[in-house]
């Protein structure tokens, strides 16, 4: 087990007054993948805003190392009027590292390059980010976030509306920048395939409700009936896990 | 080319100041256009109005407190003033307000924009009935500006607008641009993005504010809009967009004057106008050729 680099300890996330979820205990320890799931509209965002130091805790301690966040955020909220290239999107990566007035260096641009080619799009480089495919502009994100050299990739809903080659695809890149780069990834979806197969850690979460721990631990029957109010069967076959609803007909 | 030269003659300030206004909306208008807050644009040119209209108040004596503060005797500048700080006033007052709220989900931007729209507009109306200016066409006419009662102070103090807007865009631009692109994330990757956002409305609002006591809120509104559209639908680059906007609003307001001059008609609205007439060229123009 790697160094611990984030700690929550009894914390309570919400806006203004309003508390969303309670009680909020885990830890994130270098190269984790840790899968963060959770039904829509349960808090997930919410957490990761906390956990990025965007939103303060109600209650509770934080404790963080001082990391280098890459962030992808979801697909959606990213869509330009301007006709910006992949180039432009990922060279913002870079920003915060620069001087406040400096312009990007040669090494600014050695970074962008290698970050496109570990996404496998560096040949869009000069395209237009508004004219690519929902796999390309998620890869641009991911690309972005590389390029900030981070401690931690943190996606948000990466696979969201994606067709199932691209999101397996995407799936498959996440979980190689986890094993051949060792960068500790926390991976937010709503989806509990996209999770279940490739984290070594899980968080559960709903409004009231919150369970952390290693895969093994968290991925039960009850408690995933506990998060989404709804009955599941879970199954390990060759090492992987098979999640069916109990009333799927 | 007669009618040129009288225009030039009768009028130098006001044709240089019509490239001036038009290339400070083309380019706050790119920004204003792509973050989709064209309503911010309408909004901040009815406070800036009702800013001019508050300052016909006299509630406090400005006028006074800068003459004998800072021992100014030529009383036209003072009194040029006190329109000109409040309707900044006013904006930088909304600007604040606004740039707060893109994190709120109770309401939607575009909710509170309208509210603070409406407000602007019926605070315009009952400061212009308190006004000790008797005629309110009089008040009206002042209120809204005319490209064509630009002067000497009025066009340094474009002139300055201008260099400070560019300046700080070129200077800020990696902050910026990575805000306005995608707040939340320059937030996750260290960069302050609430208070980028704060210097960049605050920028656009002492723009958008100053050019309308200049111009008047149809000028800047239709210059904010339609120059910057017209460089969305020509430009395959961020650059080109940017010049694009700001070329056209340099060219279109002085053949504007020129035509308004010759055909009588008012020089903003034909400025208004003539900018349509080619934003509709363009853009058949790109419906004929395909997207």
């Known amino acids: 087990m790697g160094k611990k680099i984030i700690e929550f300890s009894d914390v309570t996330i919400g806006y203004g007054k309003k508390a969303i979820v309670e009680n909020i205990s885990f830890s994130i320890y270098e190269n984790d ?60 990566g870079r920003y915060s590292l620069m001087g406040l007035l400096s312009k990007p260096s040669k090494t600014d641009y050695e970074i962008t390059s290698a970050s496109l080619e570990k996404v496998g799009i560096k040949h869009l480089s000069s395209y237009n980010y508004n004219s690519l495919s929902g796999g390309q502009r998620q890869r641009t994100l991911i690309a972005r ?10 996606l948000d809903e990466p696979t969201n509306g994606m067709d199932t080659p691209s999101h397996h695809s995407l799936l498959n890149l996440i979980s190689e920048l986890h094993v051949e780069k060792k960068l500790t990834i926390l991976l937010v979806s709503h989806l509990l395939s996209d999770v279940a197969n ?25 408690n995933l009936q506990k998060t989404y109010n709804s009955e599941f069967h879970v199954n390990k076959i060759d090492d992987e896990y098979i999640i069916t609803s109990k009333h799927r007909n | ?78 009194h040029n003033f006190e329109p000109v700080f409040y309707s900044l006033l006013f904006a930088v007052i909304v600007v604040l307000i606004f740039s707060q709220t893109y994190k709120q989900k109770i309401l939607t931007q575009d909710g509170i924009l309208g509210i603070i729209f409406v407000v602007a507009v019926a605070l315009r109306i009952m400061f212009i009935q308190k006004s000790p200016i008797a005629e309110v066409s009089e008040v009206e006419s002042i209120l809204k500006g005319d490209i064509l009662f630009i002067g000497q102070s009025q066009f340094y103090t474009l002139l300055g607008i201008f260099i400070f807007t560019l300046g700080m865009f070129t200077v800020f631009q990696k ?95 034909a400025a208004v106008v003539t900018a349509f007439i080619l934003f509709l060229l363009v853009y058949l123009y790109r419906k004929i050729r395909g997207n």
């Open chain 2, 175 to 269: 902050q910026l641009k990575f805000v306005t692109f995608d707040a939340e994330s320059a937030s996750a990757h260290g960069i302050n993005s609430r208070f980028w956002l704060l210097i960049f409305y605050i920028v656009v609002g002492m723009g958008i504010s100053l050019t309308t006591r200049f111009v008047g809120d149809v000028f800047t509104f239709a210059y904010l809009i339609i120059p910057s559209s017209i460089g969305i639908l020509l430009s395959k680059k961020v650059w080109q967009v940017f010049l694009i906007a700001v070329v056209v609003g340099a060219i279109i307001p002085p053949i504007s004057i020129f035509l308004a001059f010759k055909y009588d008609f008012s020089s903003g609205p």
């Open chain 1, 33 to 92: 993948f840790v899968g963060l799931v959770g039904p829509n509209g349960a808090g997930k965002t919410t957490l990761l805003r906390t956990l990025l130091g965007n939103l303060k805790n109600l209650r509770g301690e934080i404790k963080r190392d001082p990391l280098r966040f890459g962030y992808v955020p979801q697909r959606d909220t990213v869509q330009p009027l301007l006709p910006y290239t992949v180039q432009d999107v990922v060279m913002m």
């Open chain 1, 145 to 154: 976030a590389l390029a900030v050299e981070p401690n931690i990739l943190i």
């Open chain 2, 1 to 78: 080319m007669e009618t040129i030269n009288q225009l030039i003659q009768l009028f130098p300030y006001a044709v240089l100041g019509s490239i001036l206004a038009g290339m400070i909306c083309g380019f706050l208008g790119t920004f204003v256009v792509s973050q989709r807050v064209v309503f911010l644009g309408a909004t901040l040119t009815q406070v800036a109005v009702a800013g001019v209209a508050f300052s016909f108040l006299h509630a406090i004596n400005l006028e006074g407190i800068l003459t004998s503060l800072l021992g100014i005797k030529d009383h036209s500048i003072a």
């Open chain 1, 198 to 222: 490739g984290v070594k850690k899980l968080i559960l979460i709903d409004k009231n409700y919150f369970q952390a721990g290693s895969i093994e631990e968290v991925l039960s029957e009850s």
